[in-house]
């Protein structure tokens, strides 16, 4: 777009006014570490925050405070709603929220997955929100059961193998 169709007002708030990030509808049920790192995540953002505090004429500075602004009413206020979970107390023998669950697949593949919070999840540590697809289809089930994950390369088929908190 032109220059000439741009009002200098709108650039000085270009990257200020971020959508607010979205909060999930589900219980925020969180591990030691899940609850751990959503802590850490909100330091690093004060801290982050209190060094740019002072250089407001920079625009760079606006829009980045503006960011951390908004993820720290997110981080704020899934840690207010977070509901530690004590995987301690819970019973081996079923699969529930902070298990370690050992599958093989119809090709005899091995796969692993820790059933975590949503802001814990990351697939590639193996890491799998309790709300997702896999962890729906593993919860309550038991070693030997035969579960059918639903994914959008069809139906798998796993048997659950070991499971491990």
Do not use: C
């Not at 009413?73 to 301690?88: F, G, Q």
């Amino acid at each position: 777009m032109s220059r000439g169709f741009v009002k200098e007002d709108d650039l000085e708030h270009a990257g200020t006014d971020l959508p607010e990030r979205p909060v999930s509808s589900h219980p925020n049920y969180v591990t030691a570490t899940g609850l751990q790192q959503l802590e850490a995540a909100a330091n690093l953002l004060d801290k982050e925050r209190a060094s740019l505090v002072g250089d407001k004429d920079n625009e760079t500075a606006k829009q980045r405070l503006a960011v951390i602004d908004r993820d720290l009413r997110y981080l704020s206020m899934r840690l207010k709603d977070a509901i530690l979970v004590a995987v301690t107390n819970q019973d081996k023998s079923t699969v529930l929220f902070g298990a370690r669950v050992k599958v093989e697949d119809e090709a005899g593949e091995r796969l692993q997955f820790h059933l975590v919070g949503e802001d814990e999840a990351d697939i590639a540590q193996q890491k799998v929100s309790y709300v997702s697809p896999i962890a729906e289809a593993l919860i309550g089930r038991k070693v030997g059961d035969i579960v059918r994950w639903k994914r959008p390369a069809g139906i798998l088929e796993l048997e659950i193998i070991e499971i491990n908190y």
